[in-house]
């Protein structure tokens, strides 16, 4: 009789570690590569400061813009194209060359400024489109009359 209580100990220990085994097997198998999903795309909004609605020709006008993405996700790149629709002029990042009609560009920050300069007598109307490496667009339409 004595040797069946030890038994019965060991009997015991053995069946109350497995549960626990169990259950630390599941917690660690439950997290692998495959299966870890970790939210990238995250949708943004663009904000404007108000502009002059009028320019002349041979003016500049400053376009102040903010990207305010919902989340961060440090590998997402944002982009810009812009398309003229009427009259002519240029638009550029800061001090840079002007950008070209459709051609894409990448915007190194989140808050930065667009240069407009009129190169018409008429009124001028374009569309920015930001986007992000996700797809994810903003269109920003801006239109300009002209003022002698």
Not at 35 to 56: K, R, T, Y
Request: aromatic residues 14%.
């Amino acid at each position: 009789m004595k040797n069946i209580n030890p038994i019965l100990k060991r009997i015991l220990g053995v069946l109350v570690m497995i549960p626990v085994l169990l259950l630390i097997e599941y917690s660690l198998s439950s997290c692998t590569n495959e299966e870890l999903d970790v939210e990238q795309n995250f949708p943004f909004e663009v904000s404007v400061m108000p502009i002059p609605s009028g320019i002349a020709n041979g003016q500049t006008v400053e376009i102040r813009i903010k990207i305010l993405p919902q989340g961060k996700y440090k590998e997402n790149k944002y982009f810009l194209r812009y398309f003229q629709f009427e009259g002519k002029g240029t638009l550029r990042y800061y001090n840079n060359k002007p950008y070209l009609p459709n051609d894409l560009y990448e915007i190194p920050q989140h808050e930065f400024r667009l240069y407009y300069t009129s190169q018409s007598d008429e009124s001028e109307l374009f569309d920015v489109w930001i986007s992000d490496s996700f797809g994810n667009e903003k269109k920003l339409s801006f239109e300009f009359n002209n003022s002698y």
